[in-house]
């Protein structure tokens, strides 16, 4: 059963970075065939879908969020990291991170349980 | 960029009734739509990939339907369970794109 788990500081300053990191158990990022998402809601909002990240390295990014987002990868470690730089009390949020199939297509069937980020003076 | 619109954003129903939510994009993306569950606290759950396929150990009383540009989730016959916001997701591109969100409510 593969498993994802964020981690990372719950609070973060304004104009700081914001750096998480999902933890994938159960399956290995290196053996390819999904895309790794980071996803965010915003309190008592919607979801966002804020980039992906292959095995090899190769990113895409929401435009909105692009500027401003860098997701990497750390298969020794079964890892992928989201850094989001210059926040605002605008990218208070629980973040996601997500598995999504590329071959067989069907989107989000796992999630990590979510952390909550807190931008905050 | 493709728009994905939900409606209506919220509704009320009885137990037993049947529920529809329509999702509609403002470009055809085919069949690549899928629906999610979110409970109050909870992490989003799949239901419903390609349109119309259901996610391994989803109740039968979920369905899709739906290609091109309007899709629709309806649940059957609605269960106190079952209360939670549906959200539909494209993803016929490499920009993945969520709805609004339906909430649901047992009247």
């Known amino acids: 059963q593969v498993q994802l788990q964020e981690s990372g500081p719950g609070l973060v300053k304004p104009s700081q970075t914001l750096s998480l990191t999902c933890t994938v158990s159960g399956g290995s990022i290196s053996s390819g065939g999904y895309y790794w998402s980071w996803i965010r809601q915003h309190p008592g909002k919607g979801l966002e879908w804020i980039g992906y990240i292959y095995y090899s390295g190769s990113t895409y990014y929401n435009p909105s969020l692009k500027s401003r987002v860098t997701i990497s990868v750390d298969t020794s470690k079964n890892q992928f990291s989201l850094k989001l730089s210059s926040v605002t009390a605008a990218d208070t949020a629980v973040y996601y991170c997500a598995r999504e199939g590329i071959a067989a297509r069907r989107g989000f069937d796992y999630w990590g349980q979510g952390t909550l980020v807190t931008v905050s003076s | 960029d493709i728009q994905m619109t939900q409606s209506p954003s919220s509704l009320s129903a009885s137990v037993g009734d049947r529920v529809t939510i329509t999702c509609r994009a403002s470009q055809g993306i085919s069949n690549y739509l899928a629906w999610y569950q979110q409970k109050p606290g909870k992490v989003p759950k799949l239901l419903i990939y390609?349109?119309?396929t259901l996610q391994s150990g989803v109740p039968s009383r979920f369905s899709g339907s739906g290609s091109g540009t309007d899709f629709t989730l309806t649940i059957s016959s609605l269960q106190p369970e079952d209360v939670a916001t549906y959200y539909c997701q494209k993803y016929n591109s490499a920009l993945l794109t969520f709805g609004g969100g339906t909430k649901v409510e047992i009247k």
């Open positions: 390609a349109a119309s």
